[in-house]
């Protein structure tokens, strides 16, 4: 079974009614949700941080630079092996 998509604002407004206090359980009944899918959500949306320009991070923001950084370091890696490997090549 394919997971369903709901729209970015969709969720956004879930949130922001969780954040005006109304509980997982109440929107998860109203809005046909699991209370997963609404806690999940509020989770990702948290406030973590800010970045240095003073920017307020999310979890979910937090996270993706998180699998930037290792990604980058992993080509940063590559890179000096190959750096490497072409310097003895020209011996």
Known sequence: MKAKRYATEFKSSIVALY???RSANSLANE???????VTGWVKKAQIVGTDMNGNQVTRAKFNAMQKEIARLKEENE????????LGEHRK
């Open 31 to 37: 809005y046909h949700l699991a209370v997963q899918t």
């Open 78 to 85: 590559i890179l000096k092996i190959a750096a490497v490997l």
């Open 19 to 21: 954040n005006e206090g």
